[in-house]
């Protein structure tokens, strides 16, 4: 079995309401050579409340280095716009270089987002 690295982002329902043209994006970074190498995963549970068509939610993830920017996904070909609760997912490899991890989630235009 592969070794790989989880990263949770948890909340006891944590919400924000949006208004037509805005966007908002939670995030957190860790320290992460210790896990140079590894493949890792994102995952958060997600509902979008969505009031125009173009609004969405989606996660983001990037792994930093001395050099600039490694491996990096921020969902853009698949934003959430689901009302129901999903698992959402991100799949990535840390760079053997990285320094530090930066992930989280972001959000645009109108609606809820959970």
């Known amino acids: 079995m592969k070794n790989k690295i989880c990263l949770l982002i948890l909340s006891a329902l944590c919400s924000i309401q949006l208004y037509a043209g805005a966007w908002y994006s939670f995030a957190n970074k860790i320290p992460i ?31 930093n280095k001395a050099s600039g920017r490694g491996f990096f996904e921020n969902m853009w070909n698949r934003p959430i716009k689901e009302k129901e609760w999903k698992i959402y997912s991100i799949e990535g490899k840390i760079d053997e270089d990285a320094l530090t991890l930066s992930f989280g989630a972001l959000t645009e235009f109108s609606g809820n987002f959970y």
């Open 33 to 63: 050579t210790k896990y140079a190498g590894l493949e890792m995963r994102l995952e958060a549970n997600v509902k979008a409340e969505i009031v125009d068509e173009e609004a969405s939610a989606r996660l983001w993830v990037r792994v």
